[in-house]
């Protein structure tokens, strides 16, 4: 078992910045891929970012603004926004997935970007 815990989500201006972190604990060693996905309103998850034997894959809509990475050390994956924009306002998830092909999901961020 794997238990990711997100923070980090909030209020911010477009143009503005936040950095989401997702704490990991349990059995990670068993993770091979870790990745954030987002849900804007009314609207079906969608990936936004993932890190996957070190490379980096990101959406379209968030390539150049958007940065995944790992401090192995603490057991933490971040996603670090920049300039944001009203349509990535959503709720944040935090996910990873095992070599069996399990997958275990955060209980989501809120983070919501005024115009």
């Known amino acids: 078992q794997v238990q990711l815990v997100e923070s980090g989500g909030g209020l911010v201006q477009a143009g503005g910045s936040l950095r989401l972190s997702c704490a990991a604990s349990g059995s990670i060693r068993d993770i091979n891929r870790w990745g954030w996905y987002r849900q804007p309103p009314g609207k079906q998850r969608e990936v936004v970012a993932q890190?996957?034997?070190?490379?980096?894959e990101y959406a379209d809509s968030v390539k150049d603004r958007f940065t995944i990475d790992r401090d192995n050390a603490k057991n933490v994956v971040y996603l670090q926004m920049n300039s944001l924009k009203p349509e990535d306002t959503a709720v944040y998830y935090c996910?990873?997935?095992?070599?069996?092909?399990?997958?275990?999901w955060g209980q989501g961020t809120q983070v919501t970007v005024s115009s």
């Open positions: 890190l996957y034997r070190g490379r980096e």
């Open positions: 996910h990873a997935r095992s070599s069996t092909y399990f997958n275990y």
